[in-house]
């Protein structure tokens, strides 16, 4: 079965630094992968996905991520954080079911990520 | 990408007592799914929602405890049956898009007192 893990629970970056959260995934085959950020009383919005192909993908409000198989990670980065970008950050991984064809997502733990003046 | 609408947004109710939520979707969708997200947690698929047949839940979900509800393409209830504080989450409805993503719901607060 399929896992995803995050290993950083909170993150604190100053404004106009760079940011890196991590997420490490556990999947037999190519994975489809996600980034999701949620604001305070908010549902998910989706960043960005992998699929296949570059495995550097762009996302909405500037961030990438990089596919890494031989790493089995796929970590979300911004050049320069901005203090609207303190959210909490969801990795997830996913497969399609064979007799159905959707996919189950399955979410990692969250990065909450704060940001500093 | 699909624009979903969840109500209640926030409730307060007492154990024992049920709650109905809904998930309205702007356009006709094959899948939904319903979300738990417990506090300070990740978000846990509670069941997928097909319309026309039986929704199918996850291991640790059963159908009395969160009867589902697919009437048509755009709309799906979930009901909490007999809550207990523990049923205290965030709960999401969320539609599959084209390329295997989902698109997720404001959510709906849920405290039990």
């Known amino acids: 079965a399929q896992s995803v893990t995050q290993p950083d629970i909170h993150i604190t970056v100053s404004e106009g630094a760079s940011l890196e959260l991590r997420c490490n995934y556990s999947?037999?085959?190519?994975?489809?992968l996600f980034w999701y950020v949620q604001s305070p009383g908010q549902g998910l919005q989706l960043l960005l996905k992998?699929?296949?192909?570059?495995?550097l993908v762009q996302g909405i409000k500037g961030f990438e991520a990089e596919f890494k198989r031989s790493q089995s990670s796929f970590n979300l980065r911004k050049p320069s954080v901005h203090w609207s970008d303190a959210a909490e950050y969801f990795c997830?991984?996913?497969?399609?079911?064979?007799?159905?064809?959707?996919?189950?997502?399955?979410f990692g733990t969250g990065t909450r990520l704060l940001v500093s003046p | 990408s699909a624009v979903i609408s969840q109500k209640p947004s926030r409730d307060i109710c007492q154990r024992g007592t049920s709650l109905t939520i809904q998930c309205q979707v702007d356009?006709?969708?094959?899948?939904m799914f319903w979300y738990r997200q417990q506090p300070g947690q990740s978000l846990t698929l509670i069941a997928t929602?097909?319309?026309?047949?039986?929704?199918?839940?996850e291991s640790g979900f059963v159908i009395d405890k969160f009867p589902i509800s697919r009437p048509n393409l755009t709309f799906s209830t979930l009901t909490v049956s007999n809550m207990s504080p523990e049923d205290s989450s965030i709960y999401l409805c969320?539609?599959?898009?084209?390329?295997?993503?989902?698109?997720f719901g404001p959510g709906t607060r849920l405290t039990v007192t």
């Open positions: 969320s539609v599959a898009g084209q390329g295997y993503e989902q698109y």
């Open positions: 356009s006709q969708v094959t899948m």
């Open positions: 929602a097909n319309q026309g047949s039986e929704a199918t839940y």
């Open positions: 997830a991984v996913g497969a399609p079911r064979v007799n159905t064809g959707f996919q189950k997502l399955v």
């Open positions: 992998y699929f296949s192909g570059d495995t």
């Open positions: 999947y037999g085959a190519t994975p489809y």
